[in-house]
């Protein structure tokens, strides 16, 4: 069997790659690795299980929670909720195991499975594979009254978290007319009420999951829907969503997109200004736009910047107790409040900077000055030489020399196909097209197969 377990949890085709059988079976493993590692010593096991609205989630959620109670394990399903509802609800409700059926942004027939540890944290790398290793193996099942219950939540999981989220509002957002489009996914109920019963005049999009139509053609993905939508309802700004609202991007009062590192500048500055950006330090990726970088080295702010995938941005805030990071899509974690990426959170602390201030979105997120950026693919070559070939490193040596401070160069190949990935941000689009252009040529020229 091959890896199971990628950067977010299990992930594929739902019904082919993640199956009711494997739902079953890696609750299972989970149960026995954690019950081995001393987790559930001393009481009975616990665990949350909530998913996205997709019509896969309603079979496979059914199968984790069987898998959980057949191994001992009592489980409270708390049916559609965000991914960042239930690691809250995992830690608030001092349970030994989260467990969220969710593909995210991705189309409809995906799903996936993610598991959080006791405080709502992501499982380690060794406790995965330690699960994968562990699957389908025998065991002695318990009997009687030592098998799990399920008890389904009717509604109370869900008001928790919304008065949770509230609660992290320092002030009341009335007055603002904001757009929400809740990607026809898991926050279509939590999102809107949240920013309601913070005091917004709230006006939805998508917010009608059908089990088929979650993330199609809208949510922060799609956003084009909410750009209308905002100008069409006189809003101030509007929020999208995606499929389990771990993700979350704005649209200004005009209509133009703001984006997960705009996000973060504006949330930077709000907490620096009130003393909560620990070590006056935002933690991004290396794919951030080099506008973010610049502009927070001008307001006193250290940018640190790791790997892409929002897993990495939360090692380095964990390691460095850091309390804001996050990705240019948009996945935001206020360390704060939340133990994962949270959209409405996101959009609540956004809404609150624009009422706090009295200043457009516009405004706050023009403290962003995004240098055009552009990026090349690069098929048909030996990825594994991108990172050794001398003459390609020359030229990407003489390309930033070019760019001096105020421009970035940067080649990734990819961890699966046989292509390398030339990304440059220049003071103009045609410096970075140019320059795109001639390193592209010489991936082509020396790492050709």
């Not at 590192?261 to 620990?278: E, T």
């Not at 850091?322 to 609540?348: C, K």
């Amino acid at each position: 069997m091959g890896r199971l377990f990628g950067t977010d949890g299990v992930r594929g085709l739902a019904n082919r790659d993640v199956t009711a059988e494997v739902a079953l079976d890696l609750a299972v493993a989970a149960a026995h690795v954690l019950g081995a590692q001393g987790v559930f010593a001393g009481h009975r096991a616990r665990a949350v299980v909530g998913r996205d609205p997709r019509a896969s989630g309603e079979f496979l959620s059914a199968a984790v929670a069987a898998g959980l109670a057949s191994a001992g394990v009592d489980v409270i399903n708390v049916g559609v909720l965000p991914t960042p509802a239930v690691a809250f609800l995992t830690a608030s409700l001092d349970v030994d195991l989260g467990v969220v059926l969710s593909a995210s942004h991705n189309p409809m027939p995906d799903n996936g499975i993610k598991f959080l540890a006791r405080g709502g944290h992501k499982l380690d790398d060794e406790l995965e594979i330690a699960i994968e290793e562990r699957l389908r193996e025998p065991w002695d099942r318990p009997l009687g009254a030592d098998v799990g219950r399920i008890r389904v939540d009717t509604g109370v999981a869900g008001e928790s978290y919304v008065a949770h989220l509230v609660s992290t509002v320092g002030v009341s957002l009335a007055g603002l007319r904001i757009a929400v489009d809740c990607a026809n996914g898991a926050a279509s109920e939590v999102g809107p009420a949240a920013l309601r019963a913070a005091g917004a005049d709230v006006v939805v999009i998508n917010a009608s999951p059908d089990g088929r139509n979650i993330n199609e053609q809208c949510g922060s993905t799609h956003p084009e829907q909410l750009q209308a939508a905002v100008v069409a309802a006189g809003a101030d700004l509007g929020v999208a969503f995606d499929g389990d609202a771990d993700r979350c991007l704005a649209v200004d009062h005009t209509g133009a997109l703001v984006d997960g590192d705009q996000i973060m500048g504006v949330l930077a500055l709000a907490m620096r200004d009130r003393g909560a950006l620990a070590h006056d330090t935002l933690v991004a990726t290396v794919m951030s736009n080099l506008g973010l970088k610049l502009a927070m080295t001008a307001q006193g702010i250290r940018m640190l910047e790791t790997s892409v995938g929002d897993r990495y941005v939360l090692e380095a805030m964990r390691a460095g107790g850091y309390s804001l990071g996050g990705e240019q899509s948009g996945h935001v974690i206020l360390s704060d409040h939340a133990t994962t990426g949270d959209g409405v959170l996101t959009a609540l602390q956004l809404a609150a900077r624009v009422a706090s201030t009295g200043q457009k979105l516009e405004q706050l997120a023009g403290v962003v000055q995004r240098l055009p950026q552009i990026l090349v693919n690069v098929p048909g070559v030996d990825r594994t030489r991108a990172g050794s070939d001398e003459v390609l490193a020359a030229a990407v040596q003489t390309a930033q020399a070019e760019l001096g401070d105020t421009g970035r160069v940067l080649l990734r190949p990819s961890g699966t196909e046989a292509l390398v990935r030339v990304m440059v941000e220049a003071a103009s689009q045609a410096d970075a097209e140019r320059i795109a252009g001639r390193l592209a040529d010489v991936v082509r020229e020396r790492l050709a197969l």
